[in-house]
């Protein structure tokens, strides 16, 4: 299997900072919230395996198979 290194890099910082909007404000380059949840969902797609849960309005929480990538990371 072949994963994309921007698609890790997004689940990267979406990790780090709790959910998608903080994850596009914090990223090195310029993109949006809707292009990081992309990024995280084919990730999430290609694993078949869900890396967040919703925990709040814009907060997320890493799942175990998350926290395990994190770790990788």
Same mark, same amino acid.
């Given at each position: 299997?072949?994963?994309?290194?921007?698609? *890790?890099?997004?689940?990267?910082?979406?990790?780090?900072?709790?959910?998608?909007?903080?994850?596009?404000?914090?990223?090195?380059?310029?993109?949006?919230?809707?292009?990081?949840?992309?990024?995280?969902?084919?990730? =999430?797609?290609? *694993? =078949? *395996?869900?890396?967040?849960?919703?925990?709040?309005?814009?907060?997320?929480?890493?799942?175990?198979?998350?926290?395990? *990538?994190?770790?990788?990371?």
């Amino acid at each position: 299997m072949t994963i994309q290194l921007h698609r *890790l890099e997004g689940f990267y910082w979406v990790a780090r900072e709790g959910g998608f909007a903080a994850a596009a404000r914090a990223f090195p380059y310029p993109i949006t919230q809707p292009g990081v949840h992309r990024q995280v969902r084919k990730l =999430e797609d290609e *694993l =078949e *395996l869900k890396l967040f849960e919703r925990v709040g309005h814009d907060r997320m929480a890493l799942t175990d198979g998350g926290r395990a *990538l994190y770790a990788f990371c």
